[in-house]
């Protein structure tokens, strides 16, 4: 197998996607997917890439490995995105029928679950698969993959594509729909454009999107003012459960089984706690633990500066990026604490890091 195109240094270059033109071109019919638990930089870009590719006359179809969260249900394309189940003889059709596989926003082919075996094995008989994404660590599975670390998001890759495809068709495609989504895959991961990634490219990227006409208030609204009374019940729990350590250098929140369950919320509600220890100016780590029903513990890890907390979430087959990246730890809510609190407080005491 062979992946010539993963850790390219420029993606705005028309060269980089010289193979994903032609692997589109070649293609008649295609499935676009993402990853479990998909997020709004997955979903947005799935978007822009549905109205794209219809624009260029394919036949495409989203099918996903799990729902698709209530929040990002206003997106275009995504009231007709199949759920992959294994039993549906339609969903397995749909991924046999398609000449083309295209994998968004992670570089992993398990993460699309159930789909992986089937994935692989189509391609063993001649179905292409492409991939796009900006994580680091990306596996051997495509024809061809753009995996740019730097990008803020793999919505600011799609747009590079959709230029370059833009070049070679002699069209005009960013459209209502195609900006709607990537501004959501944009915002999404750059926590509304403050991450470190953001760079005047990016919002040069974004400045042609809103001349589409699109309304950042609005898809803003629709994204994050998703409070409820039980979402707010959630938040103080999770804020009464807050820990600081190492003078405030090192916070932690832990959110129990009987926590969500009291106030009927549930993983997707979680989402947004960890805002809360990164907003206190002092830390440098910040940890959220979640009680999962089999009694094992999801983490989500925020960091500042050179702190690489992708390399705790690794130790437990988990990844991410430098300052934001996550693991699901086999073990009970205490252990998991207490074991990440020894490595967290190693890593401070280890690196140098820069007051950011
Ligand atoms: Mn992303």
């Not at 890439?49 to 209530?70: A, F």
């Not at 690489?308 to 690794?314: G, P, Q, T």
């Amino acid at each position: 197998m062979s992946s010539p195109l993963v850790g390219v240094k420029n993606p705005a270059l028309t060269s980089v996607w010289t193979p994903v033109l032609k692997l589109i071109e070649n293609a008649t019919r295609i499935v676009l997917s993402t990853h479990e638990n998909s997020d709004g930089d997955g979903l947005g870009s799935e978007v822009a890439m549905v109205s794209v590719l219809r624009q260029l006359g394919k036949e495409v179809c989203i099918i996903n490995p799990t729902s698709i969260p209530k929040n990002y249900q206003f997106l275009p394309y995504l009231s007709d995105a199949l759920i992959f189940r294994e039993d549906s003889a339609e969903h397995r059709g749909r991924l046999e029928q398609a000449d083309l596989f295209i994998l968004l926003d992670t570089n992993h082919i398990g993460r699309t679950r159930a789909m992986k075996p089937i994935v692989l094995e189509l391609r063993k008989q001649g179905q292409k698969v492409l991939c796009i994404d900006h994580h680091l660590h990306p596996e051997d599975f495509a024809d061809a993959m753009v995996c740019f670390s730097e990008a803020c998001a793999t919505g600011e890759l799609i747009y590079e594509l959709i230029k370059a495809i833009e070049k070679c068709y002699g069209k005009t495609l960013i459209d209502k729909n195609v900006a709607t989504g990537l501004y959501t895959a944009i915002m999404t991961d750059t926590a509304s454009f403050k991450l470190p990634k953001t760079t005047p490219h990016v919002h040069r990227i974004v400045a042609e999107l809103l001349e589409t006409g699109i309304s950042p208030m609005e898809i803003y609204e629709k994204i994050y003012n998703t409070l409820t009374e039980n979402i707010l019940k959630l938040i103080g729990y999770g804020i009464g459960s807050i820990k600081l350590l190492e003078e405030n250098r090192l916070a932690y929140m832990l959110i129990t089984q009987a926590m969500l369950n009291e106030t009927e919320t549930s993983l997707t509600d979680t989402e947004r706690l960890l805002d809360y220890m990164v907003g206190i100016p002092t830390t440098r780590i910040s940890l959220l633990l979640i009680e999962l029903p089999d009694g094992q513990t999801k983490v989500s890890m925020r960091s500042r500066g050179d702190l690489a907390v992708n390399e705790i979430a690794m130790q437990y087959g988990g990844g991410g990026h430098k300052n934001a990246a996550g693991c699901i730890m086999p073990f009970s809510l205490q252990e998991a604490i207490e074991k990440l609190t020894v490595v967290s407080i190693n890593l401070l005491q280890n690196t140098h890091n820069h007051q950011t």
